[in-house]
């Protein structure tokens, strides 16, 4: 007989997915920073599998939600109630199989292929979820050490954090403020961004990329407008348009731009306190030297105040 | 009993789906059904003739018609038996077309249904009993919840027709959403000029009675006498004394309270009139921001007022008024413009309302009649409306389309073309819907003559660019993307049902749709009246209308209750409760059921204590029919013993 696991409260199943893998590591090595910090216990699924991404979904949806059911099937087996991914389309896979599940008609097809036991009883949810709705700004607030507080950062939510809103249930879908508050409680300014859902171009980055090359440039020129020094992101493929294209807008425009593009763990780590090396920082294409040199200037000031008042 | 059973096929309507003979014949074979036929159209005058012929020829006593559903030709057909000489209540009506041939194709299931149904009447009309109703006298007043032009209109004629009005409105002022206007389309008459006249006429008419901010509390009785509770606001003025000078106002030093007849573009008085053509011109204290009721200091007013009308003291008040008719003309309220996250209204302050630039462009409004832009007070040069924020968006649960948009956003363009010569003016649209009379002539005018732009497409965003605002969205008729740069935005907000209305329905005992729209009792021949007798609508509360479809309403409604006081006395329903005092215990728990009040006990002259319904307040329900535990206290028309009859029958 398996041994049954009881996680505790704190603790929710992880799913990665490929991309926090490869690209976008920094992402999978901050969260997991993050969650450690907030008291969050992340446990890997077990021989976790592809979601199967865009090419599953748009071959057959019946395979997408085979595809991603078995991992949720895995993480049920192992008595989670909630499993946590930070990439927005491997969320949106888990959330189809649900809704795979769920329909009646498509139901029965759903469990002949997958062949495992499944009840349904699992909850997939965002890494912004978790922080927002789970953990609440307030403790997160309470959780900073180095407050950002010369940093003035932009939210970028992309397309599908909050949206089809009916399927997503988070947020706002046309004006998502998730990231803007706990952007706000790591103490950094985020003026009113409005561009934070327009979109970044997404896959053209692979086949037509003078269409990432325009909608990124207007992104980017926005944040810039508005006086951001830095992006924060919740989505590798939304990182990957605005930070390693960023060179391809500057040429299509034939701009300048410098702006850092970070994960929202990445910030929160930083102003966690976590040293930059451990939140793969160093892993940005355009670089956040800047940044951190606002950051520790900071740091040597409230030192020095605070040495002058001992 | 000799019955007579009458199926009408309904052209093709039920005879498309049932086999209407086949039922006619089957009834043949029912106990007491001595004739039975099927006929075209039963409810015809060839077909009411053949009814009162076979009642004659073969002496019937009660008749079934199988028909439509009873709320439209009951009446007709109890009309029609009583006409050859039955009591109207030896009639029942079987529905075998919304319960049966509209529903479902399987013409063998439909007449098998058609036959059960008609079976079910023909039990039932074997224990009918002859009916007679009595006649109660009307209180020949009306009561008019709301004061918008509806209201306005309906409450005059009422007041023309010699009868006494009872005019409830919530707000200080009476007038609504009209006097927030400017100008009206499609003649840009004033709307102040063209409204004011008739609230002036309201406070002069010696017949009418006036509570401004005021609410209906309670409402209970029936047609011709109607008992409302009317609970009066305090206002902290004692508006007896109050003249209107103003002073108060002057002198108040709180200035932060919020202006709603302004749209909150500008701030008002913790003391206000909310304007200057308001009826009653009165005073009132918004005790949220008043000094004296915040801080325990101030009291300037009082100090100041030279009629001494200043009364902190001051309570709600509950006023009782008896009425013999109501009607309902409470409006409607703007879509809130901020649900659309994508343009910002609410965020941005240079996106803004329909109405909130009904203000900016009104003389008497929070720039003084010029166009100027609420972030900087600058005037703006380029400016663009957006048609269909709030209508025809399922999305946001507002399929509907709220028809007045396409025609105000014209009208304010070229006002706005009027103001501002040097101003581009342009306006987005799905389709513009301009089917009044010279409607769609003032739009091509909007188009041609003053030059508005009209871009046929939807916004997808409104962002700010320094500090002007970018209006991204399709030309569908171009197939382009475009971007507009503006000064100021208007959205071009739908209508929606009034905050309250399902609570005031609720009280009313009337019926609203999903969106809370009032229904009508029929969408085309019953326009004015509800389901609940006596009760009338008018106005927006029963749907988006605009201006002269509400006055038309308004006084559609008031020619309904003029025709209600005609007589002089109305017949009850006898489907009431009735005691069988022989078998009543007098445990009366019917009366703590009764939601009406219309059970009392009495003393018999042996001492035994006996329930006795209130014939013309019993409503029918049947709640104490239900709950008496001997069954002395029986539903007529609706007796046990007629319901056990037509189940024994379906569970045959």
Redesign the interface.
């Known amino acids: 007989m398996p041994v049954e696991l009881k996680p505790k409260k704190t603790t929710v199943a992880y799913y990665q997915g490929c991309s926090l893998e490869q690209m976008a590591s920094e992402f999978d090595v901050s969260t997991r920073v993050v969650c450690d910090a907030l008291g969050v216990e992340l446990v890997e699924i077990p021989d976790w599998s592809c979601c199967g991404s865009t090419p599953a979904h748009s071959y057959d949806p019946l395979l997408s939600a085979a595809l991603s059911g078995r991992n949720l099937a895995i993480a049920e087996q192992q008595g989670f109630d909630v499993v946590m991914t930070p990439c927005p389309g491997c969320l949106k896979a888990l959330k189809g199989a649900l809704k795979v599940f769920k329909d009646p008609n498509k139901r029965e097809a759903f469990l002949e292929i997958l062949q495992m036991p499944f009840q349904g009883n699992i909850q997939a949810v965002s890494n912004l979820q978790l922080y927002f709705e789970t953990i609440g700004t307030e403790a997160i607030r309470n959780r900073v050490t180095k407050p950002l507080t010369s940093l003035s950062i932009v939210p970028y939510y992309g397309c599908l954090i909050s949206r089809p809103p009916d399927f997503m249930q988070f947020d ?4 998502p403020i998730s990231m803007d508050r706990i952007l706000e409680a790591l103490g950094a300014s985020v003026p ?1 961004f ?2 934070k ?2 979109c970044c171009g997404a896959t053209y980055g692979v086949t037509r990329n003078e269409i990432v090359g325009k909608l990124t440039g207007r992104i980017l020129d ?1 944040a810039n ?1 508005v006086g951001a020094q830095a992006i924060a992101v919740s989505c590798p493929l939304c990182q990957q348009n605005l930070d390693l294209r960023q060179a391809q807008v500057n040429r299509y425009w034939r701009r300048d731009f410098h702006m850092p593009v970070l994960y929202i763990s990445q910030f929160m780590g930083l102003a966690f306190g976590v040293e930059p090396e451990s939140l793969g920082i160093d892993k940005l294409f355009v670089e956040a030297d800047s940044l951190l040199d606002i950051l520790s200037r900071e740091g040597e000031r409230d030192q020095s105040v605070g040495g002058k008042m001992a | 009993m000799r019955i007579g059973v009458f199926v009408c096929q309904c052209g093709t309507n039920i005879a498309g789906t049932v086999d209407t003979e086949a039922v006619a014949r089957r009834a043949m074979e029912y106990a007491d059904v001595v004739y039975a036929t099927s006929y075209v159209y039963t409810c015809s005058e060839p077909g009411q003739q053949e009814i009162q012929r076979r009642i004659k020829e073969m002496n019937l006593q009660g008749v079934v018609v199988a028909a439509c559903s009873p709320r439209m030709h009951e009446p007709t057909f109890r009309r029609a038996v009583e006409r050859a000489g039955l009591n109207r209540y030896m009639f029942e009506m079987a529905n075998i077309r919304e319960h049966v041939s509209w529903i479902s194709t399987d013409k063998e299931a439909n007449t098998r249904k058609a036959m059960e149904l008609v079976h079910m009447a023909v039990a039932k009309l074997r224990f009918n009993q002859p009916l007679f109703s009595s006649k109660v006298p009307i209180n020949k007043r009306v009561l008019i919840i709301g004061a918008g032009v509806a209201g306005i209109q309906a409450a005059l004629d009422c007041s023309d027709g010699g009868l006494d009005v009872v005019l409830v409105e919530k707000n200080p002022s009476i007038g609504g959403k009209m006097a927030q206007l400017d100008k009206t389309f499609p003649t840009i008459d004033c709307s102040s000029c063209i409204l004011g006249p008739k609230m002036v006429d309201i406070s002069q008419k010696e017949n009418v009675t006036l509570h401004a901010c005021s609410e209906v509390e309670s409402v209970s009785g029936y047609v011709g006498n109607f008992k409302v509770q009317i609970r009066k606001k305090a206002t902290y003025v004692n508006w007896n004394a109050c003249t209107g000078c103003g002073e108060c106002v002057r002198k108040c030093p709180s200035r932060k309270a919020p202006d709603p007849f302004n749209e909150h573009l500008a701030t008002a008085r913790a003391i206000n009139i909310p304007f200057p053509q308001a009826i009653p011109k009165k005073a009132a204290i918004n005790r949220d921001y008043c000094l004296h009721f915040t801080k325990g200091k101030c009291g300037v007013c009082k100090k100041i007022c030279p009629v001494n009308a200043i009364d902190y003291d001051m309570q709600d008040e509950l006023v009782s008024e008896e009425v013999g008719a109501i009607i309902v003309a409470t409006g409607f309220d703007l879509f809130d413009h901020s649900v659309y996250g994508e343009y910002g209204g609410g965020r941005y302050p240079d996106v803004i309302s329909g109405l909130q630039y009904e203000r900016i462009l009104s003389a008497s409004g929070p720039f003084g009649g010029h166009i100027r832009r609420p972030s900087n007070g600058r005037e703006p040069r380029d400016i663009v409306f957006i048609a269909c924020v709030g209508s025809r968006d399922a999305s946001v649960g507002r399929p509907y389309c709220s028809g007045v948009c396409c025609m105000y956003i014209a009208k304010q363009a070229i006002l706005t073309r009027d103001h501002l010569p040097d101003s581009n003016c342009y306006v987005f649209y799905m389709d513009i819907r301009s089917p009044g009379k010279n409607y769609d002539e003032f739009v091509r005018r909007a188009q041609e003559e003053y030059g508005v732009q009209y871009i046929r497409g939807r916004v997808g965003k409104i962002y700010p660019r320094g500090d002007r605002m970018v209006v991204q969205g399709a030309d569908t008729l171009l197939g382009i993307q475009v971007e507009v740069e503006a000064d100021l935005v208007v959205l071009a907000t739908g209508v929606e049902a009034s905050a309250g209305a399902g609570e005031l329905a609720e009280k009313l005992r009337i019926s609203y749709d999903q969106y809370g729209f009032y229904m009508e009792s029929h969408p085309k021949l019953r326009p004015v009246e509800t389901n609940t007798a006596g009760v009338f609508l008018a106005g927006a509360c029963q749907g988006p209308k605009d201006i002269p479809a509400s006055v038309a309403q308004g006084s559609a409604a008031a020619a309904k209750v003029q025709a209600l006081f005609a007589r002089d006395a109305i017949e009850t329903d006898p489907q009431v409760a009735l005691v069988n005092e022989r078998t009543c215990v007098g445990c009366l728990k019917c009366i703590m059921v009764c939601p009406f009040g219309a059970i009392q006990s009495k003393t018999l002259r042996d001492g035994s204590i006996k329930a006795e319904v209130l014939a013309s307040v019993c409503q029918g329900c049947g709640l104490c029919n239900a709950t008496c535990p001997p069954k002395a206290i029986q539903l007529q028309h609706a007796t046990d013993n007629q319901i056990l009859a037509e189940l024994n029958i379906l569970c045959a």
């Open positions: 706002d879908p046309e004006n009113e409005p561009f859902t327009e926005m407008r």
